[in-house]
């Protein structure tokens, strides 16, 4: 069975400094989606930025990248220059190509941005 | 943008109540999901629905039932409420058509089963 794990329950950033936040999955899938969600204290949770398993290169959204090793099955988050606006729990998904809904999430990262 | 809306931001119920958390999406998706999120443990699915009418269930059904007569509503019926079903449950919809659809997330009904 797939699974996710987000092994930080916390992290803390300066505000305007870089903050990586860590994902690993494990599956025997070659073909697959990842994400990440984030879920501000207001609760929206809302799409940060996403990954096809088949493209090598790095998705990147503004201040947000990631650093996807498919052979690690890792994909980690790095957000630079951190703002106070970032803080939220953050949440690694992932998802089969074939599938229709089964997300499987990781348990989140609460990011704190220190001003 | 799509916006998917909950009836109820807090409810706070008895044991033994019958509850019902109401989504409603208006972008027209075919899929609606309700999760349940509890500290340290992610999302987890309780049901799925691809069309009208039609569900699945996901991770953790037991205990709820869901009922979806029209495209745009999924409701969540909890048939007697337990104090473990105490949580945040947070409702999203998607496109149909494979993993790649964002999905779109209500504002979450944290409730509390007294």
């Known amino acids: 069975a797939q699974t996710v794990t987000q092994s930080q329950p916390e992290m803390s950033v300066q505000e305007a400094e870089t903050v990586t936040l860590s994902c690993t999955y494990d599956t025997s899938e070659s073909d697959y989606y990842l994400f990440w969600y984030k879920q501000p204290p207001s609760r929206q949770m809302i799409l940060v930025i996403r990954q096809e398993a088949y493209k090598q290169q790095n998705a990147t959204e503004n201040r947000f990248s990631v650093n996807f090793q498919k052979a690690a099955k890792s994909f980690s988050l790095k957000i630079s220059d951190s703002q106070l606006g970032d803080a939220a729990m953050y949440f690694c998904?992932?998802?089969?190509?074939?599938?229709?809904?089964?997300?499987?999430w990781g348990a989140g990262t609460k990011l704190i941005i220190k001003p | 943008d799509v916006k998917v809306t909950q009836s109820s931001r807090y409810l706070v119920k008895r044991t033994g109540e019958k509850v019902f958390l109401e989504c409603v999406q208006d972008m027209d998706h075919e899929n609606m999901f309700w999760y349940r999120q509890d500290p340290g443990l992610g999302l987890r699915l309780i049901y799925f629905?691809?069309?009208?009418?039609?569900?699945e269930k996901g991770d953790i059904p037991e205990g709820y039932s869901v009922s979806r007569e029209k495209k745009e509503r999924f409701s969540l019926i909890l048939e007697s409420a337990s104090t473990n079903q105490t949580s945040m449950y947070l409702c999203a919809s998607s496109l149909q058509g494979g993993g790649l659809n964002t999905q779109y997330f209500g504002p979450g009904t944290r409730l509390t089963v007294l």
């Open positions: 629905s691809y069309d009208v009418k039609m569900k």
């Open positions: 998904a992932y998802i089969r190509v074939d599938s229709n809904y089964q997300l499987i």
